[in-house]
């Protein structure tokens, strides 16, 4: 008898231990999954630096600064064959809302492992998050992700195991070789408290980073199918889909207040979009997928920094590139 409970206790705890082990909860990239082979192209690194240079210099002298804008052009015609171009497409910038597609690429990879359970409430929440690029949500799905939830601070081991849970989003995207960003933090209408404030040490340290490379990329990788799959990134394409041709009176729609703003200025019809937008008080960026009637396709990421309220920077470089790229002369 005794050596039977030894037994179903060394059997509990091997369990236990098998249950507990990282293997289990890490976000892992599918079998075989390649990081995608982009060309850099002096073509279109003419193009992007044109556009921005054009649309900076449009404006007051020394009023829109050169570190106030990143861009990163990746065009899709060729999927065997991307080509690419960046104007300060490494520096790691605060991404605001646009950090949200990283987490929604992070929680199909855990569906699609069966890590994550979809739920009505799940479903819920990740279109709330794209759709309405809502906070709340986010931070509920970031939770979802990483095992952790927001609340009062903790002692200082406690905490370093909860903030090693929390980074489990970035390693994803490191072991995928993804450089220059941080995807840990909760997106807040405000601040944040207790525990996410400690996890930032109090000093605005530890903040989301994205550089428009990343976010050119990972978009790149949805539109093409090779983000998690073709089923699951069909279903985050559907997320992001755009209408840039309705009605809004909403200067921070997703769908025509960014990017989109260009195909309404200029009139230009049958124009599809998939985008994520971010702004804050202080940025305003845009991660767009653009397929045109003639052909066109290509990703084209912006942020802008100091002009949160200027609806024209990004409609302006992006007709530029668009043109461009259709070979006429913006």
């Known amino acids: 008898m005794l050596k039977l409970l030894r037994l179903s206790i060394c059997i509990a705890l091997l369990c236990g231990a098998s249950f507990g082990q990282k293997k289990h909860v890490e976000i892992v990239p599918r079998a075989g999954y390649e990081q995608p082979n982009v060309e850099a192209s002096a073509e279109l690194r003419s193009m992007l630096e044109q556009s921005v240079n054009e649309v900076i210099a449009s404006y007051p002298s020394g009023s829109f600064k050169p570190v106030e804008m990143a861009a990163t052009l990746i065009d899709l015609r060729d999927p ?23 987490y929604l690429a992070a929680l199909h990879q855990q569906l699609q492992d069966g890590k994550v359970t979809s739920s009505p409430e799940l479903v819920r929440g990740t279109r709330d998050m794209i759709v309405d690029s809502s906070n709340e949500a986010t931070q509920y799905i970031l939770d979802v992700l990483t095992d952790t939830s927001s609340g009062a601070e903790l002692p200082k081991d406690e905490f370093e195991k909860w903030q090693y849970k929390r980074n489990r989003v970035n390693r994803y995207y ?145 007709w530029k590139v668009l043109e461009r790229m259709r070979g006429g002369k913006p």
């Open 174 to 318: 490191a072991s995928m070789g993804f450089k220059g960003i941080n995807v840990n933090q909760k997106t807040f209408c405000e601040d944040a408290y207790g525990i996410e404030q400690q996890s930032r040490n109090y000093k605005s340290e530890n903040r989301n980073a994205l550089t428009t490379n990343a976010v050119a990329r990972l978009l790149a990788e949805i539109a093409l199918g090779r983000a998690v799959n073709a089923e699951h990134s069909k279903q985050m394409m559907d997320l992001l889909k755009r209408d840039p041709y309705k009605t809004s009176t909403d200067n921070d729609n997703q769908a025509t207040g960014f990017t989109g703003k260009m195909l309404i200025d200029k009139k230009v019809a049958g124009v599809g979009l998939w985008s994520k937008a971010g702004w804050t008080s202080k940025s305003r960026h845009d991660a767009a997928y653009i397929e045109t009637p003639d052909g066109l396709k290509f990703v084209l990421v912006i942020f802008t920094e100091n002009h949160a309220n200027d609806r024209e920077p990004i409609p302006s470089v992006a």
């Open 80 to 102: 065997a064959h991307l080509r690419w171009a960046d104007v300060r497409g490494e520096q790691s910038i605060y991404p605001a809302s646009v950090v949200k597609m990283f």
